[in-house]
């Protein structure tokens, strides 16, 4: 397999505090990968150090071959790397449509202002929506929507840009089983599809049934890597989780 996301002994600390102590992991393309660790391991610090929220102080981000360390969110969002956040990100009082709109010009709010640039755009908008599952929702505010919905809405915010690699940041977080299923069988079809994930998620029955690989933080170190089965039995990892 060829390695598509790379980020490797990464260091990132906020005064005295190491959110990320020399911490590494490898994203084959084509996979479903999983980061997982106990609370304030460094999971989310390494989503946002990886798409550019925050800089690294030591160590390199490498995608598709090529450094990335350190470059804007927008640049790193233009080369290919889509992320969802722990909090949904979308814009209450435009309606579902208005928000894929804004997302499919990338200018923010900002973006109403100019017009799809073709009916295909359009199409592409309300096709994602379908896959989501949310296209009688089209013309509600998005505000209006129940958390899940949100969730879904802000994934098919990130698929309309076509992105090679996704970066979900806990894609089950506070949705009923439901959404959570539907989610898991989404991003598998779009695995099928090409596109590579990685997935930080505290729910570890959908990370181990979901994912071929993970890689597990704890203290801001990568303490184990390998195959769900291997985690799952490994001694340092149960230490870290019971530990904490």
């Known amino acids: 397999m060829t390695t598509l996301l790379e980020a490797k002994n990464i260091s990132k600390a906020y005064g005295g505090i190491h959110a990320l102590d020399g911490c590494s992991i490898t994203v084959e393309e084509g ?16 989503f946002n150090v990886i798409t550019g929220y925050e800089q690294v102080d030591g160590g390199e981000v490498r995608f598709a071959g090529s450094p990335i360390t350190n470059q804007s969110p927008d640049k790193v969002f233009q080369l290919g790397i889509g992320r969802t956040f722990q909090l949904s990100r979308v814009f209450p009082r435009l309606t579902v449509m208005e928000n894929m709109h804004v997302a499919k010009q990338r200018k923010g709010a900002a973006g109403l202002f100019s017009r799809w640039s073709s009916s295909h755009e359009q199409r592409q908008a ?10 009688h929702l089209k013309d509600l505010p998005a505000g209006n929507l129940s958390y899940g919905q949100k969730k879904l809405l802000e994934f098919a915010f990130i698929l309309i840009a076509e992105p090679r690699v996704i970066l979900l940041d806990e894609p089950a977080g506070g949705v009923n089983p439901t959404v959570i299923n539907y989610m898991a069988d989404r991003i ?3 695995n099928k599809q090409g596109i590579t994930f990685l997935i930080v ?4 029955e959908f990370v181990m ?13 990568t303490i184990a890597a390998g195959v769900p089965e291997e985690v799952r039995k490994d001694a340092t990892v149960l230490e870290a989780y019971l530990g904490d």
Not at 33 to 46: C, E, H, Q, V
Not at 201 to 204: G, I, K, R, T, Y
């Open 126 to 135: 309300l096709d994602l929506l379908d896959f989501v599952g949310i296209t």
């Open 31 to 46: 996979t479903i990968a999983g980061l997982i660790g106990p609370n304030g391991s460094g999971k989310t610090t390494l």
């Open 188 to 190: 598998k079809v779009l």
């Open 201 to 204: 998620e505290h729910d570890m």
């Open 209 to 221: 049934g979901i994912c071929q690989n993970i890689t597990v933080l704890h203290r801001g170190m």
